[in-house]
């Protein structure tokens, strides 16, 4: 008997706003955040076996996590469903530590592909409540495309009518950011643990008009500063990217990754051969698109 195999795209995110609203009851951050889908993925493949066991490879290497984001969607599902086996192998491309979502990506895709073998969902899963078993942002990366996020990541609003396609540079660092870490700082010089940089209902009616400038000129992350104390050449990055031409720059999720908005796909892809000339992190000339995992 063939062994079914499925692979998908799994996209990363940036977000063009970052608003921390306070904690809740369990000492949780509370966020409001506007965020795009990018057109950088890594690339998982399931294919079931004939056995119970569960395997799963970065770049053909075993996890070096002791309990990564796949395995643990991977795990939740095979508790709640019983019998099954897969093989999991993720192609790595997105950088680590970047807050543009790599981990949750990939257990997003785990989720979305292990149910298109087996059919969990006709099983009676709830895609969105075992997405969020497995992590904060895993339900957003199931989703994809022009979302705000609110509470700590369970809900998620599509942006309906924000259809342009935007040019972005992503600017990663060449060390990513602690999440833990950045927080920490925030909270020791936030006592509100509240800081809302962006309007965020602009920015949602700046995206359905699909004006770049204006889109641009709205984006901000109230994590900066905080993760900037980890990784100083944040604000390099994002004084580069003005320079290079960007509309506005601005940091995405904790850090270290900076993203900029242009006004078309030549300006994009001359900013990201100039900047990758620069000895300050790795430049990319991406788009936005529709969806967060793509089968293919």
């Given amino acids: 008997m063939k062994k079914r195999k499925l692979r998908a795209l799994s996209y990363a995110k940036i977000n063009l706003s970052l608003n921390v609203s306070g904690k809740n009851g369990e000492g949780m951050h509370l966020l409001d955040s506007v965020t795009a889908s990018v057109s950088i993925a890594d690339a998982v493949t399931v294919c079931e076996r004939f056995d119970s066991q569960i395997n799963v490879t970065y770049d053909g290497r075993p996890s070096v996590y002791e309990n990564d984001s796949v395995t643990k969607a991977v795990v939740f599902l095979q508790k709640r469903f019983?019998?099954?086996?897969?093989?999991?192998a993720v192609e790595k491309h997105l950088p680590e530590g970047a807050g543009i979502g790599g981990s949750s990506a990939d257990a997003a895709a785990a989720i979305v592909l292990a149910d298109r073998l087996f059919d969990f969902v006709g099983r009676g899963l709830d895609v969105k409540e075992a997405a969020g078993e497995v992590g904060s942002d895993v339900p957003l990366m199931c989703n994809g495309g022009f979302c705000r996020l609110t509470g700590i990541g369970e809900n998620i609003e599509r942006i309906n009518g924000a259809e342009k396609m935007f040019n972005i540079v992503l600017y990663c660092g060449e060390r990513g950011v602690s999440t833990a870490e950045c927080f920490?700082?925030?909270?020791?010089?936030?006592?509100?643990?509240?800081?809302?940089?962006?309007?965020?209902?602009?920015?949602?009616?700046?995206?359905?008009?699909?004006?770049?400038?204006?889109?641009?000129?709205?984006?901000g992350n109230a994590l900066t500063e905080f993760a900037a104390e980890i990784d100083d050449s944040i604000y390099t990055r994002m004084e580069a990217l003005k320079e290079a031409g960007a509309l506005n720059s601005f940091m995405t999720g904790s850090g270290s990754a900076c993203a900029g908005i242009f006004e078309n796909k030549a300006a994009a892809e001359c900013a990201a051969e100039k900047l990758n000339k620069k000895n300050c992190g790795k430049a990319f000339a991406l788009v936005t698109v529709p969806n967060g995992i793509k089968i293919i």
């Fill in 82 to 88: 019983g019998n099954f086996g897969l093989d999991v």
């Fill in 184 to 219: 920490k700082l925030f909270d020791e010089k936030c006592p509100s643990f509240a800081f809302s940089p962006s309007d965020n209902e602009s920015i949602a009616s700046a995206l359905k008009s699909g004006q770049a400038r204006e889109t641009a000129l709205l984006c």
